[in-house]
């Protein structure tokens, strides 16, 4: 079991900016998607974007143009920098570190946009 932490959560007023980051212990960090997920209440977890091994990147409609995820293979990290941020973003953000079929989670940090 691949341990992962997230970071960065917190509250902001809409049109605002956070960058989330999720830390994974695995050897071989670079060979993994770094996948990001949310979670609002009521509501099934739903992905957000991802990243591959070799830096391709997806994501849901409703944040393209917004959010950007990246990573830092050196760092063993992937990140989710969220700019204008709309209310209906508000949610336990997951992140979700994935191969050969098998995804590991961290605990989720909470994003609150709010005014």
């Known amino acids: 079991q691949v341990q992962v932490a997230e970071s960065g959560g917190g509250s902001v007023q809409p049109g605002g900016s956070l960058r989330l980051s999720c830390a994974a212990a695995?050897?071989?960090?670079?060979?993994?998607?770094m996948g990001w997920y949310r979670q609002a209440p009521g509501n099934q977890r739903e992905f957000v974007a991802r990243?591959?091994?070799?830096?391709?990147?997806r994501y849901v409609d409703s944040v393209k143009g917004r959010f950007t995820i990246s990573r830092d293979n050196t760092k063993k990290t992937a990140y989710l920098q969220m700019n204008s941020l709309k209310p209906e973003d508000t949610a336990v953000y997951y992140c979700?570190?994935?191969?050969?079929?098998?995804?590991?989670w961290g605990q989720g940090t909470q994003v609150t946009v709010s005014s």
């Open positions: 979700g570190v994935e191969r050969w079929g098998t995804t590991s």
């Open positions: 695995v050897t071989m960090f670079s060979a993994y998607t």
């Open positions: 990243i591959t091994s070799g830096g391709s990147t």
